[in-house]
């Protein structure tokens, strides 16, 4: 009854095997799934762009007697006195491989104003004037936009600082720039678009009736934006870990559930082949059974105990398997003390092991 008993267990304990497994693989997805998104998370990549941007620039002269036109287009340099306003066209394109990531764009034009002393070069007076407040750029769209510049404000603000404080030997600029800045609307973080583009041209600024050239300042680029994702990648590392935990438990359960549910024969067997290639140099199978005679017979306690012996002897061992009843003798054969060395590994040996 007990032993009817015990094998309904084990049968029990087969047909669980499966759907221990199907469990595993289950939580060995959800763990290489988590890893994924960690992993996902966590990693930079590059996106490569292109950008340009140029300005050309119109200075519109006051109305004059030596001028018929209200400007001059060709040449770059001017009187300033007659210099009543400067159009400044700005233009501006980024193309970039950025596939499942949406950047946006940003401008502003400032206006700078800056005097320096000619022997040292240091700034004594500075002065900016937003034209433009930050706006959304398209990225998508080609830029382009004229914006007026009032050179005779700038130029009469320097004239009347000049004056009041009564400097001489000093250079005055006025500096209008466009800023670009590139960023993400997605949850990733573009680490080196804070960098500003730059598009500007200077002219100076003096009291006198100078000739005033115009330089400008326009780029071409090919580069990187480095992004990273920003999404909280934490949890899916726990998420990981635990199901790897969950999963080596699982496992370790499965491989004990297939080894108490194999049958004592199975046990005995898998038992033998272990012996067998763990001490192969030694043994020598035999067909049949070793005649012990009148030699003096010492029964070894373990198999350990039995290769000890064999090792101070340097004897080979014998090994012998017999079907009914189902156990395997290993013997030292007599030596000169008449001796013979045996231990018999029976199939209950192996699943007291169990």
């Known amino acids: 009854m007990k032993k009817k008993k015990k094998q309904q267990q084990k049968k029990k304990k087969r047909n669980l095997v499966p759907k221990l497994i199907v469990l595993l693989v289950f939580d060995v997805i959800l763990m290489l799934g988590s890893l994924s998104a960690y992993i996902f998370l966590a990693r930079d990549y590059n996106i490569l762009y292109s950008e340009n941007g140029d300005v050309t620039t119109s200075v519109i002269l006051k109305e004059n007697e030596f001028f018929e036109k209200e400007y001059e287009k060709k040449s770059n340099e001017y009187v300033a006195s007659l210099i009543d306003y400067i159009n400044a066209n700005f233009r501006y394109s980024f193309d970039a491989l950025a596939e499942g990531v949406n950047l946006k764009g940003s401008y502003k034009i400032i206006a700078e104003v800056n005097v320096l002393d000619k022997v040292s070069h240091n700034t004594i007076y500075n002065y900016e004037d937003e034209l433009v407040p930050n706006t959304e750029l398209a990225l998508e769209e080609d830029f382009n936009k004229t914006i007026r510049i009032n050179y005779v404000k700038y130029n009469g603000l320097i004239s009347k600082f000049i004056s009041v404080y009564d400097l001489d030997g000093t250079e005055s600029t006025l500096t209008v720039t466009m800023y670009v800045d590139v960023a993400t609307e997605t949850d990733l973080n ?39 994702q920003t999404g909280n990648k934490t949890p899916f590392l726990i998420f990981a870990l635990m199901f790897l935990v969950i999963a080596v438990f699982e496992f370790f359960d499965i491989a004990r559930r297939i080894r108490r549910a194999r049958t004592p024969l199975q046990n005995y067997q898998r038992e033998i082949e272990k012996i067998e290639k763990n001490y192969s140099a030694f043994l020598q199978p035999i067909t049949e059974p070793y005649k012990i005679g009148k ?34 003798e290993f013997i030292i054969p007599a030596t000169n003390n008449n001796t013979v060395y045996r231990f018999i590994f029976k199939v209950t040996d192996a699943n007291e092991k169990e």
């Open 190 to 228: 573009v680490k080196n678009a804070n960098k500003s583009a730059r598009i500007s041209f200077s002219v100076p600024l003096t009291t006198k009736t100078v000739a005033v050239s115009i330089s400008k300042n326009d780029f071409y680029s090919n580069d990187f934006l480095k992004v990273q």
């Open 295 to 328: 030699n003096h017979l010492v029964e070894a306690e373990t198999l350990e105990d039995l290769f000890e012996i064999r090792d101070s002897l340097q004897s080979p061992v014998l090994m012998y398997q017999k079907d009914k009843p189902q156990q395997t």
